[in-house]
């Protein structure tokens, strides 16, 4: 049911906080650089957030590309 925003909210969080410097450098191979990223999303049944870290590839022309949804909260 909240496929699309969940997909929407990781991207957009993805794309500001790579824009901002605020990832963590992970493996380099000859595909691109591996990131993660921490994504926080509202909880739906009570007040605060949980946080999840997320892994992109930074392809070598600049494009990120989410890679791994869920790689550790």
């Not at 997909?7 to 000859?30: C, P, S, T, V, W």
């Not at 957030?49 to 392809?59: A, C, D, L, P, R």
């Amino acid at each position: 049911m909240d496929s699309e925003w969940l997909i929407a909210e990781y991207i957009r969080q993805g794309k500001e906080k790579y824009e901002r410097g605020e990832f963590m450098l992970h493996k380099l191979d000859n595909y691109g650089q591996q990131i993660n990223i921490e994504i926080k999303l509202p909880r739906k049944d009570k007040i605060g957030t949980v946080t999840f870290t997320s892994g992109w590839m930074v392809y070598p022309n600049g494009v990120i590309e989410l890679v791994t949804g869920y790689g550790d909260k």
